[in-house]
């Protein structure tokens, strides 16, 4: 018997999850907002792959092709501001209801989804090009917490709603003020690092760090708007 709609579809995927031990990812690619965001992405020169190697199997380029995943984390370190658990746990995000539920959802504007990945991209260019030295742990400690602390500096603002996010020019990320965040998150890092005598793997990934930068951002905006 054939179900009758998408939703039952699904429930009959994420059954058989056990058995069949497929990806979290796509047991979400059917979901209405999945697909949303990969006809918006696919009009902005972006792939979204909610069918994993989709677009790769058809030669498209891999530095304009977006996961579920990679997407996740974007959202998780920009919007919801965790970038520890967008470090920490790339691969439960989409495991638990309530955790996917807070990243996709259909009231969400779908431009925010495709601000989130173009920042992150913006981000991952940069790193790249001013400081090739990094190694790719390194670029992984830091740039979700740049990605939080950039898009707060750009907005001037503490609170990142799905609406304020999907407002942000990501051609506003300068070079400067992408130095801007990534000295700071640096400094916070080893910070953190130093005074919980911790790696700077788990200083990444603790909550720690992200009170720490967002206690220093929160002044910065606060004499950003004093200034202006």
């Known amino acids: 018997m054939k179900p009758r709609s998408t939703e039952s579809a699904n429930r009959i995927i994420r059954a058989t999850n056990s058995q069949t031990k497929i990806p979290d990812a796509s047991l979400r690619a059917t979901d209405s907002v999945q697909r949303d965001i ?5 009009n902005n ?15 498209k380029p891999m530095d304009n092709i977006i996961g579920i995943p990679y997407l996740a984390q974007a959202y998780m370190a920009i919007v919801l501001r965790r970038p520890n658990d967008s470090r920490a746990r790339p691969t439960s995000l989409l495991k638990r209801e309530d955790t996917y539920a807070s990243i996709f959802s259909d009231t969400n504007p779908v431009h925010a989804y495709l601000v989130c990945a173009k920042t992150m991209k913006r981000i991952e260019s940069f790193l790249r090009s001013a400081h090739p030295g990094l190694s790719s742990a390194e670029r992984n400690n830091l740039k979700f917490h740049m990605a939080m602390s950039v898009t707060i500096l750009a907005t001037r603002s503490s609170s990142l709603s799905p609406s304020r996010i999907s407002q942000l020019d990501v051609d506003s990320l300068t070079d400067g003020l992408l130095s801007q965040s990534f000295d700071l998150t640096s400094r916070m890092l ?9 790696s700077a793997d788990v200083a990444a990934k603790s909550v720690e760090y992200v009170n720490e930068l967002e206690t220093r951002l929160n002044e910065i905006v606060q004499k950003m708007h004093q200034s202006s």
Do not use: T
């Open 38 to 42: 990969e006809d918006y992405f696919g």
């Open 45 to 59: 020169d972006l792939y979204y792959d909610r069918r994993k190697n989709y677009y790769k199997n058809q030669g």
């Open 190 to 198: 080893r910070q953190v690092q130093d005074d919980h005598g911790i």
